[in-house]
């Protein structure tokens, strides 16, 4: 069973920075493709950042240049650095691991942890 725990949220001012972990554990980390999303009251969750088993990482157009995705399989965490923070940035911060199957993939989630950035 996989388990994502995420850690680091809070409450910040705008320009401020926050780190983000999420710690995996259950099946082999280092196979798994990552991902960070986030979900402000009455919209959809959307993706912020991904990275994949080989370490290539996309970060989403609306948070390119202040945040950053990383992982360290030997730690088994993905880390978001987030720099520059906005109050539109405000919202709850979820992990996302999505591992192969023998018949296509699996997807599981973290609780969230609620970011929210003041004026």
């Known amino acids: 069973q996989v388990q994502l725990v995420e850690s680091g949220g809070g409450f910040v001012q705008s320009g401020g920075s926050l780190n983000l972990t999420c710690a995996v554990s259950g099946r082999a980390f280092s196979t798994a493709g990552m991902g960070w999303y986030r979900q402000a009251p009455g919209n959809q969750r959307e993706l912020v950042a991904e990275i994949s088993s080989g370490g290539t990482a996309n970060v989403a157009d609306f948070v390119k240049g202040r945040f950053t995705i990383s992982r360290d399989n030997a730690k088994r965490t993905v880390d978001l650095q987030m720099h520059s923070l906005k109050p539109e940035d405000t919202a709850v911060y979820y992990c996302?691991?999505?591992?192969?199957?023998?018949?296509?993939?699996?997807?599981?989630w973290g609780q969230g942890t609620q970011v929210t950035v003041s004026l």
């Open positions: 996302k691991g999505v591992y192969r199957t023998l018949t296509g993939s699996r997807a599981y």
